[in-house]
């Protein structure tokens, strides 16, 4: 791709549509649209609005309440199935057994309106009632996510917020490797280890908060970069993320936020650009550590 005479090298994605490929071969769009916070109501406009813009993945979670307005809004686009990349998340109040997992799935895919998910994630590695024994909650939990996965049910099974002793615990008992871990990840905290870690082991890296919920978009170095470009800091934070072979999760309720953020094929950020932004590194909000979070909530079960 060429725009005013300089090549566009960095990265060979230049759509909506253009995927990254998982261990297993199942293809995944290379952004994401995001859904966390967003009521039922703004969730069902919002994606109704990403899939009209060419969004081809959305990502939401049982734990977000808004399963039911995604389906719904999925429904109601007129986009074939197969032409979309679904993913739901497996929350902490729902694990407790290998049949609580298969049920919390069941649930999400009854209030999705769906038969099948694209992407299947444990939420969180160590949930608060199991911060002494997360090892065999992990364990177990994976062993019915293998078991959903060789259903057909889930085309592919990953983690989300899971460090190195996370997965290296895992791999003592899993039959199939996790294929994404998705993460807190964006130029305030980049996570070299953790990406390095999650890619020498199969796991695509997904960037899930790639404007740190909002935070980012105040950065003066980026706003800097974004005027540069005569692109919005959003779009920069899109961007880069790509740029780092990440797969970005940007999330809005506006319409316009929502076309323009995806709007970042026709610009590359050089040299200059990637070292400011490198430099921002450590800087606000980094990714919660597992272990001291307590966050609770239950999600009421369908039957
Ligand atoms: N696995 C996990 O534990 C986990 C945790 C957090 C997030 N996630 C996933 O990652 C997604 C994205 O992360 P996130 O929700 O933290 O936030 P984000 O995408 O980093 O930022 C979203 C925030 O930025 C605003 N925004 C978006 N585009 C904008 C634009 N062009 N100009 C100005 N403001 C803009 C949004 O406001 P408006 O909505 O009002 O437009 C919202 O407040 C989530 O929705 C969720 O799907 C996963």
Same mark, same amino acid.
């Given at each position: 791709?060429?725009? /005013? ?64 307005? %995604? ?12 032409? @979309? ?21 069941? !649930? ?43 259903? /057909? ?26 294929? %994404? ?37 105040? !950065? ?28 970005? @999760? ?12 995806? !709007? ?40």
């Amino acid at each position: 791709m060429q725009k /005013g005479g300089i090549a566009l090298a960095t990265i060979d994605k230049h759509s909506l549509t253009d995927t990254y490929t998982l261990t297993n071969g199942v293809k995944i769009p290379v952004i994401g649209f995001g859904t966390w916070q967003s009521k039922p109501e703004d969730a069902y406009n919002a994606v109704k609005w990403a899939l009209a813009a060419g969004y081809r993945h959305i990502d939401t979670a049982a734990v977000y309440g808004n399963e039911e307005a %995604v389906g719904r809004a999925i429904i109601d686009s007129g986009v074939p199935r197969k032409e @979309l990349f679904v993913t739901t998340k497996l929350w902490n109040e729902q694990r407790g057994s290998y049949d609580a997992v298969l049920s919390a799935f069941q !649930d999400s895919l009854t209030r999705l309106g769906l038969d099948y998910v694209d992407l299947y994630l444990i939420h969180w590695p160590e949930p608060a009632a199991h911060h002494n024994d997360w090892q065999h909650l992990n364990a177990e939990t994976w062993r019915a996510m293998e078991h959903i996965y060789h259903l /057909g049910k889930a085309r592919a099974i990953g983690v989300s917020n899971y460090m190195e002793r996370h997965l290296n615990e895992l791999a003592k008992t899993q039959k199939t490797p996790p294929m %994404v871990n998705q993460i807190f990840l964006n130029p305030y905290a980049p996570q070299p280890e953790l990406t390095a870690y999650n890619s020498a082991h199969g796991m695509l890296n997904e960037a899930y908060s790639p404007l740190g919920t909002g935070e980012l978009l105040k !950065d003066e170095t980026l706003t800097a970069v974004a005027k540069k470009h005569n692109k919005s800091t959003a779009q920069i934070l899109v961007r880069w993320s790509l740029e780092q072979g990440f797969l970005p @999760l940007p999330k809005s309720i506006h319409e316009d936020y929502i076309k323009a953020n995806a !709007d970042v094929f026709d610009f590359a950020l050089d040299d200059d650009d990637m070292q400011k932004i490198g430099a921002l590194a450590g800087k606000g909000r980094q990714q919660d550590d597992p272990s001291k979070f307590t966050f609770q909530k239950q999600i009421p079960a369908l039957h």
